[in-house]
T-cell receptor, first 116, second 113 residues
Framework: AQKITQTQPGMFVQEKEAVTLDCTYD???????LFWYKQPSSGEMIFLIY??????QNATEGRYSLNFQKARKSANLVISASQLGDSAMYFC?????????????FGQGTRLTINP | EAGVAQSPRYKIIEKRQSVAFWCNPI?????LYWYQQILGQGPKLLIQ????????DSQLPKDRFSAERLKGVDSTLKIQPAKLEDSAVYLC???????????FGAGTRLSVL
């Protein structure tokens, strides 16, 4: 079963607009963590933001914020005032326990293109 | 600070050949990860080291893949023999305390023909 679902294969947004990238997750754990990573064409994965399952407030990091809706099991990434440099693949990931060890499970990703 | 170094950046081989990838993590990072990222998918963990011991290798195809981290610093991932489905980007990452501070390298893109 898919643990992390990103339903938007591609998104196209005008520069300076806000954009929301969707992520839903599936877990029976009470304690888990959710991450967003950016992967530019150069290939490296860049950590953007983290939300713990017990965190009461939505995480924010500069222009990035995470819209965490625990009951709906969603953890959408919001990028405000998008820039051309935001064009990249974006991955949602979840930390969970599996067979006695912690694992980081990634979604399929969303390709974001910012148009000038 | 220097990032996670990986080499080579690109490798093209024929099926049934062998290949090795090298990773040098950030100095002081005890945990090292190897991920496989097939085109159009998110990364999948192959193996995780804590210092020079294996923490998790449950998704490593052990009949053809092997990895070592001698002296708890740099690491080598080997595929022998390679199959067409091994074509992917192999990402190395390291962390000091956990996933919140995990830093990825630029990856090695492997094409198996």
């Amino acid at each position: 079963a898919q643990k992390i679902t990103q339903t938007q294969p591609g998104m196209f947004v005008q520069e300076k607009e806000a954009v929301t990238l969707d992520c839903t997750y599936d877990t029976s754990d009470q304690s888990y963590g959710l991450f967003w990573y950016k992967q530019p064409s150069s290939g490296e994965m860049i950590f953007l933001i983290y939300q713990g399952s017990y965190d009461e407030q939505n995480a924010t990091e500069g222009r990035y914020s995470l819209n965490f809706q625990k009951a709906r099991k969603s953890a959408n990434l919001v990028i405000s005032a998008s820039q051309l440099g935001d064009s990249a693949m974006y991955f949602c990931a979840m930390r969970e326990f599996f067979q006695g060890a912690q694992k980081l499970v990634f979604g399929q990703g969303t390709r974001l293109t910012i148009n000038p | 600070e220097a990032g996670v170094a990986q080499s080579p950046r690109y490798k093209i081989i024929e099926k049934r050949q062998s290949v090795a990838f090298w990773c040098n993590p950030i100095s002081g990072h005890a945990t090292l990860y190897w991920y496989q990222q097939i085109l159009g998918q998110g990364p999948k963990l192959l193996i995780q080291f804590q210092n020079n011991g294996v923490v998790d290798d449950s998704q490593l195809p052990k009949d053809r893949f092997s990895a070592e981290r001698l002296k708890g610093v740099d690491s080598t991932l080997k595929i022998q023999p390679a199959k067409l489905e091994d074509s992917a980007v192999y990402l190395c990452a390291s962390s000091l305390a956990g996933w919140e501070d995990m830093i990825f390298g630029a990856g090695t893109r492997l094409s198996v023909l």
